[in-house]
C-alpha cells in the first residue's frame, strides 16, 4: 500500500495558485511573472522565482480556448 509523508511546515510549496491560474500557465496564455503581478499566485520561496518564470514563458499554443 501507499505511505504519506507530511513535510514541515516550512517546505509545504514554493507557489500557491489556484487551477484556474494553473492551467493557464500550463496553455501557455499567460506568463508566471503577469500572474504574479496580478496577485493570482502565492511565492512562498523568492530563491525560485527566477527559475519559475524562465519554465513558463507565454506561448501561442493554437489551441481556441478563451479566457
Not at 5 to 33: C, E, N
Not at 39 to 48: F, Y
Not at 55 to 64: C, G
Request: glycine share 6%; charged share 20%; with cysteine.
Amino acid at each position: 500500500q501507499g505511505r504519506i509523508h507530511q513535510l514541515p511546515d516550512a517546505s509545504r510549496y514554493d507557489f500557491k495558485m489556484t487551477i484556474d491560474a494553473l492551467t493557464q500557465l500550463v496553455m501557455g496564455v499567460i506568463d508566471g511573472q503577469s500572474l504574479l503581478y496580478q496577485g493570482r499566485v502565492e511565492v512562498c520561496h523568492d530563491e525560485r522565482y527566477e527559475q519559475w518564470v524562465a519554465l513558463w514563458p507565454k506561448m501561442n499554443n493554437y489551441i481556441n480556448e478563451y479566457y
